[in-house]
């Protein structure tokens, strides 16, 4: 083969692969686990990365090499923009993580747990700092060691928080149900909140709901829920749609209200901010659960891509937090990719 047509087959084939991976961001991901999601996803990239390279066979001259030359060139502007948009967006780093232990000769960090602390000063809060861990994404699995859940929940439980928030996708399937009974507990000393996420839905909502309140633990589904610490007032607001496909009011913004919403995925960002709440907790992206080391993810399943993959943003005004989450979705693998729990103190804006 000629050194023209081999690159015009890496071409088409690249070509190719950014149509299916932008497929599998948008479309593939977002579909419950079944076998017509495996064959489909399967389907497209042999369609779409075998058949390019095949077309660049033939097509290995202008004007047909300018079609996947031009998709490649609007790929890159696309992530440029992303870059921009994110940068925009970028909110403050965590002040401390503990213990952070990424290192390239493993890859495989599934339960490698870190845990983030944020500070957040805040206009409206005049008292004490208000502790508030997040956690999101158990996905308590079957070939996971139940220990491993068990002990997420008692290290965020030491963290000594005010609030607990879970946001969604506890299990992957039911058969993990029995699992989650034995993770789940209040471990705030106000509340811990949960909202579901989309593999609650699919797996069984009502029987993943039991469990939740059996657990003792407050599941908000689309409400919202007033408590005071000190002389501050919280809201605190369940948005639950998982996969940010409806319109839905949280209330008007109060000035004397620190309002606070668990929203499983990320996508609702812009529909929430609209109504002004001061922070968003939300998970769903697990970071991409694989990433390249010192690129990022390669999947993120956001109409947004890897626009807010993981960490602190804002929003609007409104401070997002996008945790990795503890568990990981089918394969239950995470590839240099580390699950986390956010510590996020609210403090006066002084800082004390
Ligand atoms: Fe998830």
């Not at 059996?214 to 005071?228: K, R």
């Not at 390669?298 to 990795?324: C, E, K, Q």
């Given at each position: 083969m000629a050194l023209v047509q081999i690159g015009s087959v890496l071409l088409y084939a690249s070509a190719g692969l950014c149509v299916f991976l932008m497929l599998l961001n948008r479309v593939f991901i977002l579909m419950s686990n079944t076998r017509v999601k495996a064959a489909a996803t399967f389907s497209a990239f042999a369609v779409l990365v075998g058949g390019g390279g095949t077309?660049?066979?033939?097509?290995?001259?202008?004007?047909?090499?300018?079609?996947?030359l031009a998709l490649l060139l609007l790929v890159l502007f696309g992530e440029g923009r992303r870059a921009f948009i994110r940068r925009s967006c970028a909110g403050s780093g965590p002040v401390d993580t503990t213990p952070h232990t990424f290192n390239l000769s493993t890859p495989v960090t599934t339960t490698d747990l870190v845990l983030h602390r944020y500070r957040l000063p805040c206009s409206k809060w005049r008292d004490a700092p208000l502790r508030i861990v997040h956690l999101s994404d158990l996905h308590v699995h079957?070939?996971?060691?139940?220990?491993?859940?068990?002990?997420?929940?008692?290290?965020?439980?030491?963290?000594?928080?005010?609030?607990?928030?879970?946001?969604?996708?506890?299990?992957?399937?039911?058969?993990?149900?029995?699992?989650?009974?034995?993770v789940l507990r209040p471990i705030a000393r106000l509340q811990t909140y949960a909202v579901l996420g989309n593999h609650d839905y699919w797996a069984d909502p009502d029987a993943v709901r039991k469990v939740i309140l059996?657990?003792?633990?407050?599941?908000?589904?689309?409400?919202?829920?007033?408590?005071?610490s000190g002389s501050s007032k919280i809201a605190i607001t369940g948005y639950d749609h998982p996969w940010g496909t409806k319109e839905k009011s949280i209330g008007p913004r109060r000035d004397d209200v620190l309002h606070v919403v668990l929203s499983h995925t990320p996508d609702n960002i812009y529909r929430i901010s609209a109504s002004s709440p001061d922070v968003v907790?939300?998970?769903?992206?697990?970071?991409?659960?694989?990433r390249?080391?010192?690129?990022?993810?390669?999947?993120?399943?956001?109409?947004?891509?890897?626009?807010?993959?993981?960490?602190?943003?804002?929003?609007?005004?409104?401070?997002?937090?996008?945790?990795?989450?503890i568990g990981a979705a089918s394969p239950p693998v995470r590839i240099y990719c580390q699950p986390d729990i956010f510590v996020v103190d609210v403090t006066s804006e002084s800082g004390a």
């Open positions: 077309l660049g066979i033939s097509l290995a001259r202008p004007p047909w090499v300018y079609a996947p079957p070939t996971l060691p139940l220990e491993y859940f068990q002990e997420v929940v008692s290290l965020a439980e030491q963290s000594e928080p005010d609030l607990a928030l879970f946001t969604g996708d506890f299990i992957t399937t039911v058969a993990a149900l029995p699992e989650l009974a034995k059996e657990s003792g633990l407050c599941l908000l589904s689309d409400e919202t829920v007033a408590l005071s907790f939300s998970g769903h992206y697990h970071a991409g659960q694989i390249i080391p010192y690129i990022g993810p390669i999947v993120v399943p956001s109409v947004y891509g890897r626009r807010f993959d993981h960490g602190h943003f804002v929003v609007n005004d409104t401070h997002l937090f996008v945790a990795s989450g």
